[in-house]
């Protein structure tokens, strides 16, 4: 590397200069470069209407204490109303999608589970 009084910067290799070019790590990005804000926009309100229909079948289900019940109600309340930027279609075949992977988690995370605890129990089992 070989700086000149004038400040530039040259690398070289042997004999040779080798060509390079300096990267910004502060380089300000904005949104609207990176996504369109209507895609966004669109993506939001389906993850919004998916979470809240989630929340919605827990709330159904029974299964939940009364603290993560008004945890719950807390939070859809919060959130507001849901604004469709999709056709309907669109949104519910976005929404079956999610819930495929949600369901398929859960039953992964499941699975775990009992062979976690028969493990724990084949470890109970032998002497120690």
Not at 66 to 78: A, I, W
Not at 95 to 101: G, L, Q
């Amino acid at each position: 590397m070989h700086e000149s009084e004038d400040g530039r910067i040259e690398l070289w290799y042997g004999h040779e200069s080798l060509p390079y070019s300096i990267f910004e790590s502060r380089r300000l990005v904005h949104q609207g470069d990176v996504v369109k804000s209507k895609s966004l926009d669109a993506v939001l309100s389906v993850i919004k209407h998916v979470q809240q229909e989630r929340a919605q079948e827990e709330l159904a289900s029974g299964k939940l204490t009364r603290r993560e019940r008004e945890r719950l109600e807390t939070r859809l309340e919060s959130a507001g109303p849901t604004y469709d930027l999709l056709a309907p279609e669109a949104v519910e075949a976005v929404s079956s999608s999610m819930r495929r992977i949600w369901d398929a988690q859960r039953e992964r995370t499941r699975k775990h589970n009992l062979l976690a605890a028969e493990r724990r129990k084949a470890k109970a089992i032998l002497p120690g």
